[in-house]
T-cell receptor, first 115, second 115 residues
Framework: EADIYQTPRYLVIGTGKKITLECSQT?????MYWYQQDPGMELHLIHY???????EKGDLSSESTVSRIRTEHFPLTLESARPSHTSQYLC??????????????FGEGSWLTVV | GNSVTQMEGPVTLSEEAFLTINCTYT??????LFWYVQYPGEGLQLLLK?????DKGSNKGFEATYRKETTSFHLEKGSVQVSDSAVYFC??????????????FGTGTRLTIIP
């Protein structure tokens, strides 16, 4: 069972507020990811990291930012939330063992609603 | 680039029916293939995986075989239960020379099992 945690699980905030979605994993994985899931279920990679001090933009452009100061922690921040940011955000991490097929493990997700 | 084409849903079956969800892929190199499941209100859980051609992944009665010749990884289960109702995602993972590994998802198939 994977040990990757996201907080908050559910959040409703007003437009213009700053929000940070937390993601932590206790597996010692170097690689971490943020996906955004739209109401139609499709998953889009918005950020990823190969390790401490490494962050990259994903396939889908996002106004959010991420940081990776510690291996176990990969928070995502929206400086000024807008209704268009309403979505589910999924954090993930992966091991690097080829024998395991580089499995990616997901947290339970953070449902963000901006009103 | 990499892509995953997944059978469109929604799919509705009666309990104990046979299930197939088709998945085909396009990838450079030799990807690992995965099926993830998402239950209502939750994140993604790894259902099964296969890391090389002809491998069969299996879990909870679900099976999928990595077919390189047809670039497919179809999900099957012989007798579905109401508890199998969820959204199923096919995905592939490739390793990059400069560490640009990432998971590419299909669009998801919503499965509903009726008693």
């Amino acid at each position: 069972e994977a040990d990757i945690y996201q907080t908050p699980r559910y959040l409703v905030i007003g437009t213009g507020k700053k929000i940070t979605l937390e993601c932590s994993q206790t597996m010692g994985h170097d690689k971490m990811y943020w996906y955004q899931q739209d109401p139609g279920m499709e998953l889009h990679l918005i950020h990823y990291s190969y390790g401490v001090n490494s962050t990259e933009k994903g396939d889908l452009s996002s106004e959010s930012t991420v940081s990776r100061i510690r291996t176990e922690h990969f928070p995502l921040t929206l400086e000024s939330a807008r209704p268009s940011h309403t979505s589910q955000y999924l954090c993930a991490s992966s091991d690097e063992d080829p024998a395991s097929g580089n499995t990616i493990y997901f947290g339970e997700g953070s449902w963000l609603t901006v009103v | 680039g990499n892509s995953v084409t997944q059978m469109e849903g929604p799919v509705t079956l009666s309990e104990e029916a046979f299930l197939t969800i088709n998945c085909t892929y396009t990838a450079t190199g030799y990807p690992s293939l995965f099926w993830y499941v998402q239950y209502p209100g939750e994140g993604l859980q790894l259902l099964l995986k296969a890391t090389k051609a002809d491998d069969k992944g299996s879990n909870k009665g679900f099976e999928a075989t990595y077919r390189k010749e047809t670039t497919s990884f179809h999900l099957e289960k012989g007798s579905v239960q109401v508890s199998d109702s969820a959204v199923y995602f096919c995905a592939l993972f490739t390793s990059g020379i400069f560490g640009n590994e990432k998971l590419t998802f299909g669009t998801g198939t919503r499965l509903t099992i009726i008693p």
